[in-house]
């Protein structure tokens, strides 16, 4: 088997490797390690796995930005294609200070298995810019936003690569994004990214299609379990883990705790959700919530729940701190939370882990189902995208169900082996030119 390291080695601008024990070199590292175990598993030529553990192709570039005080600062974006053998690549931009060219790696590698998985045609795309979006004015971020979609133009396009909202961007991320590409083509291309406003041909759904996805991956996995009082704590309170903690409220879940960067808070009698989010869109954050309790982001992680839904950034759940872990079962709505040592914790415990590949899948499918109407000019209602979105999830959680159950494999194995099997597949059928 081939080791899998040197061959996927980024390197940033300046031709440095990234300091090891970045996050994003750790992010990287569990991709390439999951990779290699489903490789293993599959009995994948050394060839084939070096190519699918190698970006197809990485983009670093510069992107200077007039701040409001006159001064100019420059800050580095990333947009990796990690593979495009089933069909152009997608996957999200993420405005982080922490951004790097190998976190952007793992995630673009993470989204091709994801989009195999759900059996959706798109390869796997990631991108970012390393900034803090809280720094900056709107009409920075605006400039920050266009100069790098200016510079990464070549890579995008309905029919290249289509990228969609992460940590740190929304719709009106996106919406500058479509208007940059469309004012440089001369004419509006709606299908240059998904999770646009409606106005610009978004889809209806897609706003919470993560969540959604979250909350029928968790029902899935909790099978004949009445999910009413089932206790659930939510790291990350943003556009994945907000949403999901309504959806899992309305499916009679108690949600007892959540967390955000500023701060974790708790009711054991259950929080009341909308008003949490309320209080978040006037003061910025839960942290001073008045109807709670307030706790360590550490413990929230150890709080005795039913359910742990991790949906702020990768890497959270360790060997240490999956050992704190109380809760039955783990539902990742973040990309990467947990590292391959707290996979084993956590497994040793009999925690049952629905990966991130399969568990937040629900974004990438509505953006897929935006793409799609965009394409043919045509809107689809609420309706109809729900009931596409909930068959491709439940499809794709009876298959790795069903092959974990057949052969001993966690969850993400499964899903793994499931993802990397279609996509080696795409790749011994299509041959290698020349
Ligand atoms: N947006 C999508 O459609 C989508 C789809 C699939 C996966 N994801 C993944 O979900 C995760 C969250 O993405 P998002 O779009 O919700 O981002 P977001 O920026 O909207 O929200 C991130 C949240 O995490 C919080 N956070 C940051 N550091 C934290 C910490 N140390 N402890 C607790 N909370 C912390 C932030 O305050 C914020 O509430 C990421 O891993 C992303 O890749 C997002």
């Known amino acids: 088997m ?44 050394d060839g084939l796995h070096r190519m699918l553990a190698t970006p197809r192709r990485s983009l670093t570039v510069s992107v200077p930005v007039r701040r409001e005080d006159g001064r100019m600062d420059v800050v580095q974006g990333y947009r990796v294609q990690h593979n495009v053998s089933r069909g152009p690549a997608k996957g999200g931009i993420r405005f982080h200070p922490d951004t790097d060219l190998s976190e952007v790696t793992a995630l673009a590698m993470w989204m091709t298995w994801k989009c195999a998985l759900v059996g959706i045609p798109y390869g796997g795309a990631n991108g970012g810019v390393g900034v803090d979006p809280a720094t900056l004015t709107t009409r920075e971020l605006e400039r920050v936003t266009r100069r790098y979609v200016n510079e990464i133009l070549p890579l995008i396009g309905p029919d290249q690569d289509i990228p969609a909202p992460d940590v740190g961007t929304d719709e009106q991320t996106m919406a500058w994004i479509m208007d940059t590409y469309s004012v440089n083509a001369g004419y509006s291309v709606p299908g240059v990214v998904t999770g646009k406003p409606t106005i610009l041909g978004g889809s209806l759904g897609r706003a919470g299609a993560t969540a959604r996805g979250v909350q029928i991956a968790t029902m899935a996995a909790l099978g004949d379990r009445d999910p009413a009082g089932v206790t659930v704590a939510v790291q990350g309170f943003g556009k994945v883990g907000a949403p999901a903690a309504r959806y899992l409220a309305d499916a009679r879940c108690r949600v007892v705790a959540v967390s955000d960067a500023t701060g974790a808070i708790t009711d054991r009698a259950g929080l009341d959700v909308a008003a949490v989010r309320a209080h978040v869109a006037e003061a910025g954050g839960v942290a001073g919530y008045p109807r709670a309790d307030a706790l360590s982001h550490a413990d929230l992680l150890g709080l005795d729940v039913g359910v742990l839904v991790p949906a702020a950034l ?6 240490e701190t999956a050992q704190k872990v109380r809760a039955r079962l783990v539902v990742e709505g973040a990309n990467g939370p947990t590292t391959p040592a707290a996979d084993d914790v956590l497994a040793d415990a009999g925690v049952t882990v629905v990966p991130d590949i399969l568990a937040n899948a629900g974004g990438v499918i509505v953006s897929y189902l935006e793409w799609v109407q965009n394409m043919q000019a045509y809107t689809w209602s609420a309706g109809e995208v729900e009931v596409k979105l909930r068959d491709l999830m439940e499809q794709a959680y009876a298959e790795v169900g069903a092959l974990a159950a057949d052969e001993g494999l966690t969850l993400r194995r499964a899903a793994h082996a499931i993802g990397v099997s279609r996509v080696a597949e795409a790749h011994r059928l299509r041959g290698l030119y020349p």
């Open 314 to 319: 990768e890497g959270v759940l360790t060997a």
């Open 2 to 45: 081939v080791p899998p390291t040197a061959s996927a080695t980024t390197t940033t601008s300046t031709g440095a490797v990234p300091a090891a024990g970045s996050a994003g070199r750790q992010a990287l590292d569990t991709a390439l390690f999951q990779l290699g175990q489903a490789a293993e598993h599959l009995g994948l030529d």
